[in-house]
């Protein structure tokens, strides 16, 4: 059964850096493009970032609320999907997951083939 997840949550202060990890098992993440989304108390869950296949570029997207400020990365010989966050807000706080899909990166939840638990991130001002 094909696993994603998420680790690296946690409480920071604003203006701290936080370092998400997804880890993938029976999933060869080489063939996917990966996506971090985020779901806040009482909000719609939204697209953060997304990284296209290393043999597609590796090219990466991201919403416009975190660019600047939030790094998304892939270790495809780990099995592994990261997201660095630096420079956090308490507007960041929400359950952040990962999700994968064949091909190129789901931009929508919907269109994504897997998709992990969760992590939650909090940050206090």
């Known amino acids: 059964q094909v696993q994603l997840v998420e680790s690296g949550g946690g409480l920071v202060q604003a203006g701290g850096s936080l370092r998400l990890s997804c880890a993938a098992s029976?999933?060869?993440?080489?063939?996917?493009?990966m996506t971090w989304f985020r779901q806040a108390p009482g909000k719609e869950r939204e697209f953060v970032a997304a990284i296209s296949r290393s043999g597609g570029g590796g090219s990466t997207n991201y919403a416009d609320s975190v660019k600047g400020r939030f790094t998304i990365s892939r270790d495809d010989a780990k099995n592994t999907l990261y997201l660095q966050m630096n420079s956090l807000k308490p507007e960041d706080t929400a359950v952040y997951y990962c999700t994968a899909a064949l091909w190129a990166p789901a931009t929508t939840w919907s269109g994504s083939n897997y998709r992990g638990q969760g992590t939650q991130v909090t940050v206090s001002s």
């Open positions: 029976r999933l060869t993440l080489s063939a996917y493009g």
